[in-house]
């Protein structure tokens, strides 16, 4: 039996992010590499110089070849992405200057775990990387892509001159013939010390998107066993995926080529920027989230994964997930309550740690010092799989057009309690004016501008007076990105010719005016990040919490009854017959609608009172009006039950 090392980690990614390069191939034709480097100018990993050349024999910074790999790996460099990961490091490297190229890929893939910093909080961007370095972060790129290789033992002349921290590295790589030695005086030499050239870059990155997408004959099917800090084993290779899964038992699993392509049991993770399809063709989207996302296995063949992400059930390419086997797991992400307080703790399989936030009241149920796992953040299961509860969360499923009574005053100061050099504060008055004038919660509104621009300090916050990343598109969010005059005029924009006419009105990224998840709300179509949703409500959560015990005023949280649509193009009218006019509808099934009282009627059955939107948006914008009463009908009449109630964390 063959002997075999095994990676199953998993990475953050999402889309390609460089412009096109200038095609001067003067000073590439004939070079040893140029094969390889045209491979990657052509996939825009690799870019020119100003003056047009590419210079395959200059020597590679840090920097440079960070940007390289992430690129190559398409790992997620937009706005919303860095915006988070400053919010988790605001500090960072301290010789590297958010204003520089390089900023947001070395930030990015310093938290995929591609590559570190030095003692004392430095990362060296201009430093020349020597090839036993390049060999660390070309294996812990194999790592997130879940690769299984055969190892061998290093036969070079300089084995002993190869540092320790690097000699896995570069018997991982010239095992999977990614890297190679030198030939000096007739041997072989590895020569870790050498600086890589742009050339050898292109090379060595270019062999790892071979061995990530084979050709299609150079595919085998084999049944391995794998452990964690064991050495896997392959038992016998297959013709065919069905051959292999039929002749697996219990606790093993199949390769196809270097990657896992079946388990029995364990867990699915996305690898890429995803979408969940409605078939099993890979037709139609559902929805999309980012990687790093683990969801439940449904199904598994060798083209597809039928899988759950909050309530949506679907397709993804199998290409798009690592399958990590229960005896390769080493964490994963839960919930869990403390002090009172639902608490999100996301696991990051790269770095083999993570980090939580507050997402809102802890249900009744859930005892302290106790895991409890959920793919859609209301239902959840103790850590033997049996159901433990099921809560929603009131400011997750809120409509998001009614009103908050937290004054200007008040929102500036809760800012001011948590962030006391937050440019934000003074910007109540902005929230409460695109409240009045567009019907935009103010308290969702100051949530979603804290989430989404680090408190306004993301650079294009500051920069451009853009608390939302509107326009910010991926591979240049700060150069696509909006700017504005000013705080206030960024905040009514986006709330007038965005988030309004886009997600609270009945249009195709429409489910709902509530935050949500991939299932429901403006989550489904608004941020690839799936919790999203619960991170912004978790900031409402704590500003009701904080400014209900200061001021003694009763907390908005639970203040009226929730309920969810059951069919799509729910009807409110003015009163609570069918005969009524039609206010609007509510498009998508599963919107949520905020109860004001219960109406029960002899002939048509149970209606609710609602909150009502109290704007009307069209061709000349979103624009203040008074709609009166709403009423929907919910239950016991002919039309059989169109309204359920959300039973809420308490």
Known sequence: MKKISVFLVTLLMLLSISAPALHAQDDISGSPFEEDMRSLIDKEIMQGFEDGTYRPKAEVTRAQFTA????????????????ELQSLDPTSFSDVDPGRWYYPYILVA???????????????????????????????????????????????????????????????LTGLEIINGKVINGGSYFAPSDLTTRGETAAVINRLLKVLNPPEEKYNYSVATLGKDKEPVIHK????????VSNASSGQVVLKGNSVAWIKDGKAVSNT???????????????????????????LTEDYAKVQLADTVGYVAQEDINLVPSSMIEGRSYYYAKNGDLYHYKYNTSLKSGSSYVYGKAPSFMREGRKYYSYNGNTFLNENGSKAGGAYQYFNRLPLYSDTSYTAEQLDNFIAAEQPNSPLIGTGDDFKKAEKLHGTNALYLMAHAIHESNWGKSRIAQDKNNLFGIGARDGTPYESAYSYKNFETGILEAAEDFIVPGYFENTWKSYGAHLGNKSSGMNVYYASDPYWGQKIAGHMYRADKYLSKKYGGKSERGASPLAETLKPDTNVRTSARTSAGKIYSLGKAGSTVQILDTVNTSSEGTWYEVT?????????????????????YSHNGRYGTNLEKLNIAE
Request: aromatic share 10%; charged share 25%; glycine share 8%.
């Open 68 to 83: 390289f790999i992430t690129r190559a790996l398409d790992l997620p460099v937009t706005e919303e992405v860095i915006t």
């Open 110 to 172: 310093n938290n995929e775990g591609l590559i570190q910093g030095y003692p004392g909080g430095t990362f060296k961007p201009n430093e020349k990387i020597s090839r036993q370095n390049m060999a660390v972060i070309m294996m812990n790129a194999a790592k997130s892509k879940g690769i299984v290789t055969e190892t061998e033992p290093l036969t070079f002349k300089d084995n002993g001159k190869i540092r320790s921290y690097a000699k896995e590295a570069v018997q991982i």
């Open 273 to 299: 920027f995803t979408s969940i399809y409605k078939d099993k063709n890979l037709s139609s989207s559902l929805t999309y989230f980012t990687s790093g996302v683990e969801v439940k296995l449904l199904d």
């Open 237 to 244: 290779s297959y013709k065919t995926y069905d051959q292999a």
């Open 612 to 632: 009502t939107k109290d704007y009307e948006s069209g061709k000349t914008g979103v624009k203040p009006v008074d709609h009166g009463e709403g009423f929907v």
